[in-house]
């Protein structure tokens, strides 16, 4: 099966894809640090999980650090994408209170032989042009706490309860309310038209919208690739019943304290090297399902054991793993 007709299947809007880019980003580092949002702050407020060139750090500012030159690995399967990606961490919390860390899970449509990270994608129905040099963006917001704020500003976001790896369809825009027995897919897509002038704004979203229908509006007149995260969260871990809160309530809380999955959020630095993305793009070039192969004669890649190579050192020191009393950086849940 070709990816296009998975896409079309999966996703929660409907897309014609002419480029269907699909690969696999291997977990570079979890840290508490954010350069987009909280650029300088060492640490951060909460912790993430990141994928992707191996010069991520605790500012990037794009004037004085450039990621395809200064990364020296990608984590990323095209070797050309020194970009970063990321997302919030998930935790389970016990009944008795305690924390433990959830960890992420190569996608098994594929990527099994990947240290975790995500699946990312690039999407278009048409002709796009590729992010310039310094574009970053993020989508969702951290602080949001309800269905009907988060559909009013935000679209694709979503949660998938895992049966198999097969499962597609059933997306809720919360947390699962019951165990999940292949773990739980979270699915994170950014908007497609750009303002054409600014790689970045003061809130990392007013340069890009989503389009009215299928054309971009006036503000933002330039179709750019969707963006499109998956991570797969091993909840499989946690499905014991018996460790769940008392009340019946789901048991998941992002790293930045959410309960109610709304506050979904991800974070994207562009650091393709040279113009291979547009390349690629104006290639509609594709991607399998179920084997680690980008159908793209203009990208070189690297397997999934090179690309597991690729990590970075947690510049925060804490800890992270075994059974905690509290989220890291204290934040409150």
């Known amino acids: 099966m070709q990816l296009r007709n998975f896409v079309l299947l999966a996703a929660a809007a409907s897309v014609d894809a002419a480029a269907t880019l699909r690969f696999s980003c291997s977990q570079l580092v979890v840290e508490r640090l954010d350069p987009l949002v909280n650029p300088g702050e060492n640490p951060s407020p909460h912790l993430h999980q990141v994928v992707g060139g191996n010069a991520f750090n605790v500012s990037m500012d794009p004037a004085v650090h450039d990621l395809p030159t200064t990364a020296t690995c990608t984590s990323c399967t095209p070797t050309e994408d020194f970009s970063n990606y990321w997302t919030a961490v998930l935790f389970f919390k016990a009944r008795n209170g305690t924390l ?154 992002w790293s930045f304290g959410d309960r109610t999955g709304y506050g979904i959020h991800g974070d994207y630095v562009f650091g393709w090297k040279g113009d291979a993305l547009q390349r690629a793009l104006d290639a509609n070039c594709n991607s399998d399902l179920f084997a680690n192969r980008i159908n793209c004669p203009t990208l070189q890649t690297q397997t999934l054991d090179q690309a597991n190579k690729c990590l970075k050192p947690r510049t925060v020191t804490e800890n992270l793993d075994g059974w905690l009393t509290e989220l890291p950086g204290g934040m409150p849940i």
């Not at 951290?142 to 988060?150: C, D, G, K, S, V």
């Open 100 to 253: 433990h860390r959830v960890n992420t899970f190569g996608n098994e449509l594929g990527f099994t032989g990947a240290n975790g990270g995500q699946t990312v994608y690039y999407l278009t129905s048409g002709k796009a042009t590729a992010f310039k040099p310094g574009f970053r963006m993020t989508v969702g917001d951290p602080n949001i706490r309800t269905a009907e704020e988060l559909n009013k500003r935000y679209k694709y976001m979503d949660y998938t309860c895992l049966a198999s790896s097969m499962t597609r369809g059933g997306q809720t825009t919360y947390f699962p309310k019951t165990p999940c027995a292949a773990g739980i897919m979270v699915s994170i897509r950014f908007p497609t038209c750009w303002d054409g002038v600014n790689v970045d704004s003061p809130d990392h979203q007013s340069h890009v919208a989503y389009p009215n229908g299928n054309a971009c509006p006036a503000t933002h007149p330039v179709v750019i690739p969707q963006v499109f995260y998956e991570t797969y969260w091993d909840t499989r871990p946690f499905n014991n019943a018996a460790e769940w809160p008392a009340d019946g309530s789901q048991p998941f809380v």
